[in-house]
């Protein structure tokens, strides 16, 4: 049942730190008259290297915040704390609803190369869980799927290194350990790496298909409004709040290019958990 003033309520978004502003960005094309707010965890990044059980607790904190603030729905934007936690954020946040983003990632690659090979690019702990191969398989029994952890993205991409020889060589290196370049897709399972997606596609295979799980997500949480009669109405912009658990200039520096345009630190309001 639609409700104006709860769909007047913003969408939260919650990632480690700046690289769920990807996954902002596409909701905001997207759905450009919904308010959101946004929570970087940058006092505890990465999470990708961090154990299950301590994801699960910074992530439930993290998102708790943002069901205080007032939220209509919750984006884990974060691979790694939607392939630990997302069971945990659902139970713990019932009855709001939680988008996480390895289901949209898994599905955009199954719909690009049915019965295909896929290589998934991701953090040691989603890595770890298997996340994308599970969400893969459930979904396409025909499916081939390996992956490999590659940490040294995420760094990349936080210090601008996006393109050029060493970005290259780097990129060329995992994809070398993860059984050479021949794939059918490569999914990027990780909020960083979408910024080195032309370093990858010069590096990958010509014919593979680069998966950016961003758009689809924001596909699913638009599906997800419109099944609860949740969409805000009208056409006035929707605002945006940024919040950071640390380095509120740092945000505002590494953030700006993952959002593709700049901010200030005075955009940043700094919070604790
Ligand atoms: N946001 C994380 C992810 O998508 C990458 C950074 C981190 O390890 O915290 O997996």
């Known amino acids: 049942m639609s409700d104006k003033s709860h769909n007047e309520l913003p969408i939260g978004v919650f990632d480690s730190g700046v690289g769920g502003l990807t996954v902002l960005k596409a909701i905001r094309e997207t759905l450009p008259n919904e308010n959101l707010v946004y929570l970087g965890d940058t006092a505890r990044l990465p999470y990708g290297t961090k154990s299950p059980a301590s994801i699960e607790r910074y992530a439930t904190q993290a998102a708790e915040r943002l069901q205080q603030e007032g939220i209509k729905l919750l984006v884990v934007a974060c691979n790694t704390a939607s392939a630990v936690a997302l069971g945990a954020l659902r139970a713990a946040l019932d009855p709001l609803p939680v988008v996480g983003v390895v289901e949209p990632g898994a599905t955009a690659a199954v719909e690009a190369r049915p019965g295909g090979r896929h290589l998934v690019l991701a953090t040691e702990a989603t890595v770890g869980l298997h996340a994308y191969r599970d969400a893969i398989a459930g979904r396409d ?63 990958a295979a010509a014919d593979a298909v680069l998966i950016d799980s961003a758009s689809t997500t924001a596909g699913f949480v638009a599906a997800a409004l419109e099944t609860d009669g949740a969409r805000r109405s009208g056409r006035s912009p929707g605002t945006l709040r940024l919040l950071a658990t640390d380095g509120v200039t740092r945000f505002a520096r590494v953030g700006g290019r993952f959002l593709g345009h700049g901010m200030s630190d005075r955009d940043v309001e700094l919070i604790d958990l």
Do not use: N, Q
Request: proline share 2%.
């Open 141 to 203: 029994a025909g499916a081939e799927v390996r992956e490999k952890a590659c940490e040294m993205l995420v760094a990349l991409a936080e210090e601008g290194w996006s393109d050029g020889e060493i970005a290259r060589a780097i990129v060329r290196r995992y994809l070398c350990e993860a059984g050479g370049a021949r794939t059918d897709t490569i999914i990027l399972g990780c909020t960083h790496f979408p910024l080195l997606i032309d370093t990858i596609r010069a590096v």
